[in-house]
């Protein structure tokens, strides 16, 4: 949002079949996000060339035509490196530069220093594969790029998407079929959930405090907050200090997704009141909860969706909600009611919401309820006669005509390998159970994957002594844990992966506090941690789970 104006994917999926090339970074797009990476890898198969940019070697690379295995923690100096290449090889954009972009001048002055050769140790991949895979996204286009996760849980996460930015406006692929900066998000509404304001310093649509206030304060009839509110990570440090007394958590597991567990349940410790509303008795409803709001899935409401490529979408109830749960909305109006606001959350129906929705976000008032029963429709769609838009910054960026470059520099993490840590821990998720497992730990998938795993190299494996199913002890400087062994050459020596879906592991006890700058993103992707055989504990069944590849 700071270089483009818009905080969202700037093209639609149907742009992956228009691609000539596919930069994928941080994003284990089959496993973690299976119908975008279906399409990826249909598309490569039909000839899209590919690039992954990822530690590991992720079932996209074995169809890449570049895979750059860097370290954890070297986005930035990788990406600001494939900058220079193209700079240096003149391979930019000179027309899109001179009518699209700012700060021409002094970015290449800046990316000079970032020559492939110079960062190719920092980052562990070779010069002259930085130098091809960047020749390839600029020389071969259009061009498209996705990132997730690895991109963003870094301390410079946010820098990092700045940098692929940059590289789409050096090279013109941006505001054009087939090209493209688009965000995986973690889950199918996350895009949805910060539009409608979930996000301390926005109102409805995305829009700054500043920037809404006046409509929102006339549609709703009361004040809007001068100043923005507390994201969760500077929630659960003023509870560290006894500042915040009452936590209302919505569909979220706090508790076991957080980082560095412990700190996270000091913080729990001195809050007063903790409501928890979701589907489950999740493991902050266990430890910490003071009420549990059971609350319907999304086979048991009408509402919508907002997926990653800016569409919205129908939801319709499929069942009536089982047991006592109700649908998030009802809740919240129930709750209101009780505390004596009934005349302010008087909706008889999620529709009636959304018609409040449209008032407050004048990018999405044309998108009826009406419209959607035909299918998804794509903001900005200002009027009820308006297409939608699935390309983004055609002719101008939302904030001006241009856009600037951005001179990253590099700042490595804190959390660095020691003698006495000398292993790099990367976390993620997996294709069988879903982030904390709130959902998926309750069905069969259980049977394909009972348990996490710490995914490790034959010559590590070899050195601590441990084989497929083995127990090991995993301890970073914030705590430890302890869970099975699978083996695998997907790594490189001395970067290990896990997941973090199982509870009675809780691996989030070796994460760390690092956080990216700008978001308050906690660096979940790098931990330096050392591992020790864990002789005498059983295996969990059927071994380590699915077998590496």
């Not at 890449?64 to 954009?93: F, K, Q, S, W, Y």
């Amino acid at each position: 949002k700071m270089m483009l104006g818009t905080g969202a994917a700037t093209s639609a999926y149907d742009d992956i079949e228009r691609a000539r090339t596919i930069l994928l970074c941080g994003a284990n797009a089959t496993e973690n996000h299976p119908i975008v990476g279906a399409r990826i890898k249909q598309a490569v198969l039909h000839g899209a060339g590919l690039i992954v940019i990822d530690p590991r070697r992720i079932e996209l690379a074995e169809y890449a035509d570049h895979h750059l295995a860097l370290r954890p923690g070297t986005n930035v100096p990788l990406l600001n490196a494939m900058a220079c290449a193209i700079v240096e090889e003149g391979l930019v954009d000179e027309e899109f530069l001179r009518t699209r972009v700012e700060e021409w001048a002094a970015y290449g002055a800046f990316i000079a220093r970032f020559t492939p050769e110079q960062v190719a140790q920092e980052c562990g991949v070779e010069a002259a594969e930085i130098r091809a895979a960047a020749r390839r996204y600029a020389r071969e286009t259009p061009s498209i790029m996705f990132h997730g996760l690895g991109t963003t849980e870094h301390v410079q996460g946010t820098e990092g998407v700045m940098c692929l930015i940059n590289l789409a406006l050096l090279t013109g692929n941006i505001g054009k079929p087939g090209t493209g900066v688009n965000p995986l998000r973690g889950q199918n509404n996350v895009q949805g959930s910060a539009h409608m304001g979930c996000e301390p310093s926005n109102l409805t649509g995305f829009v700054p405090i500043a920037d809404g206030r006046s409509l929102v304060e006339g549609v709703w009839g009361a004040p809007v907050p001068t100043v923005p509110g507390l994201n969760l990570m500077k929630m659960l440090d003023v509870a560290q200090t006894g500042g915040l007394k009452a936590l209302w958590v919505i569909g979220w597991d706090v508790l076991l997704t957080n980082p560095n567990a412990t700190r996270s349940r000091h913080a729990f410790e001195g809050i007063n009141l903790v409501i928890v509303q979701d589907l489950f008795l999740n493991e902050t409803a266990k430890e910490f909860g003071t009420v549990f709001l059971p609350a319907a899935s999304s086979f048991e409401k009408d509402g919508t969706f907002m997926n990653a490529e800016r569409r919205v979408q129908r939801v319709r109830k499929a069942i009536d909600p089982v047991g006592s749960s109700k649908p998030d909305w009802e809740i919240i109006c129930l709750l209101a009611s009780a505390m004596g606001q009934a005349a302010r959350f008087s909706y008889d129906s999620a529709g009636a919401i959304w018609e409040e929705v449209r008032k407050v976000w004048k990018a999405g008032a044309g998108i009826s309820y009406a419209r959607l029963e035909a299918g998804g429709l794509q903001w900005p769609c200002t009027t009820e006669d308006h297409p939608g838009t699935p390309l983004l910054h055609t002719t101008r960026f939302a904030q001006a005509e241009r856009a600037a470059l951005r001179a990253i520099d590099y700042r490595p993490t804190d959390e660095r390998t020691s003698a006495e840590f000398p292993f790099l821990l990367i976390t993620g998720r997996n294709l069988y159970q879903f982030n904390a497992g709130t959902m998926t730990a309750r069905t069969k998938n259980s049977l394909i994957r009972p348990s996490d795993t710490l995914d490790i190299h034959p010559d590590d494996a070899r050195r601590i002594g441990v084989a497929g199913g083995d127990q090991v002890h995993v301890a970073s400087r914030h705590g430890d844990a302890r869970l099975p062994v699978r083996v695998t050459s997907a790594l490189r020596p001395g970067e290990v992966f896990a997941t973090f879906h199982t509870a009675e592991i809780f691996l989030n006890r070796v994460t760390g506090p690092l956080r990216d700058r700008y978001t308050e993103t906690p660096e979940f992707k790098v931990t330096a941690v050392r591992l020790q055989a864990a002789s005498g504990v059983a295996s969990p069944p059927h071994g380590a789970g699915p077998p590496a590849y």
